[in-house]
Nanobody
Framework: QVQLVESGGGLVQAGGSLRLSCAAS????????MGWFRQAPGKEREFVAG????????YYADSVKGRFTISRDNVKNFVYLQMTSLKPEDTAVYYC????????????????WGQGTQVTVSS
């Protein structure tokens, strides 16, 4: 089992920045690829960013490329999502997720999920 707990969400004005954190515990964190997903009210959950177990490979949705950065610390067992130039359309609940193999953009392939953290971007 892997337990994931997100933090760092909040209310920010458009153009601002936030850094989300996801603390992992349980099984060996470095065995898992990690992903960030988000879900806005009335919308499907969507992939935001992913990172390989080593941190050497990262993936981003086109909508966030150049604005968001995913990173991980395999010593502290954290994964981060640095979000800059935030837009109102980034408003959503953000979830981190873990899967034992490589990064996938499909949420159904992830084995473990956090409870989510709300990000609200005002215009």
């Amino acid at each position: 089992q892997v337990q994931l707990v997100e933090s760092g969400g909040g209310l920010v004005q458009a153009g601002g920045s936030l850094r989300l954190s996801c603390a992992a515990s349980g099984r060996t964190f470095s065995n898992y690829a990690m992903g960030w997903f988000r879900q806005a009210p009335g919308k499907e959950r969507e992939f935001v960013a992913g990172i390989s177990w080593s941190g050497g490979t990262t993936y981003y949705a086109d909508s966030v490329k150049g604005r968001f950065t995913i990173s991980r610390d395999n010593v502290k067992n954290f994964v981060y999502l640095q979000m800059t130039s935030l837009k109102p359309e980034d408003t959503a609940v953000y979830y981190c997720a873990a899967r034992e193999f490589g990064v996938s953009t499909l949420g159904r392939f992830y084995d473990y999920w956090g409870q989510g953290t709300q990000v609200t971007v005002s215009s």
